[in-house]
């Protein structure tokens, strides 16, 4: 039977808090010095059995991403300048565009598709998600895929 890995990517929200605190326990042994498993999982809550179960299947998004493509999928609002705004923030982030595309404005509203690189220089993507998100105008942000 062969070992097929599935992948998922869901809002912070979705995930259960043992796998929040898993993360907080790997950050906290990435950044502390001299720091050991049992006093991070202390520090955060958790047991070291939880820690050691799953630190291996959780990570931030951004942490996997450099060297991948990531797709959007961006519902928004057909106003000037917000495309711009849009495109700006992906720019402050140095992730390289590879295709854009914008359907036809339905009821003032249009959907995009962006593709982006995200290369050795490029920001915390979750990060960029979120200015985007914010965006006046924005409706939602979607990953549509990561390759």
């Known amino acids: 039977m062969e070992d097929k890995s599935k992948y998922f990517v869901v809002k912070q929200k979705a995930v259960p808090e043992v796998l929040l605190k898993v993360v907080e326990a790997k950050k906290l042994l990435e950044t502390e010095r001299a720091i050991t498993v049992q006093e991070a999982t202390d ?3 958790i047991s070291r059995s939880s820690f050691y179960k799953y630190k ?5 998004f951004y942490d996997n991403t450099k060297g991948k493509t ?3 999928v961006v519902q928004m609002d ?6 711009s705004d849009l495109l700006h923030v992906v720019a402050v982030y140095r992730a390289n565009i590879l295709t ?10 249009a959907t995009l598709t962006l593709s982006v690189e995200v290369r050795d220089d490029t920001g915390n993507v979750s990060s960029m998600i979120e200015e ?3 965006l006046d105008g924005i409706h939602y942000v979607k990953i549509l895929a990561r390759e």
């Open 78 to 83: 057909d106003e000037q300048g917000l495309l």
């Open 70 to 72: 990531v797709t959007l």
């Open 43 to 45: 520090k955060v809550g």
């Open 132 to 134: 985007i998100e914010v």
């Open 56 to 60: 291996d299947d959780i990570f931030p």
């Open 100 to 109: 854009i595309h914008q359907s036809i404005p339905v009821n003032g509203v």
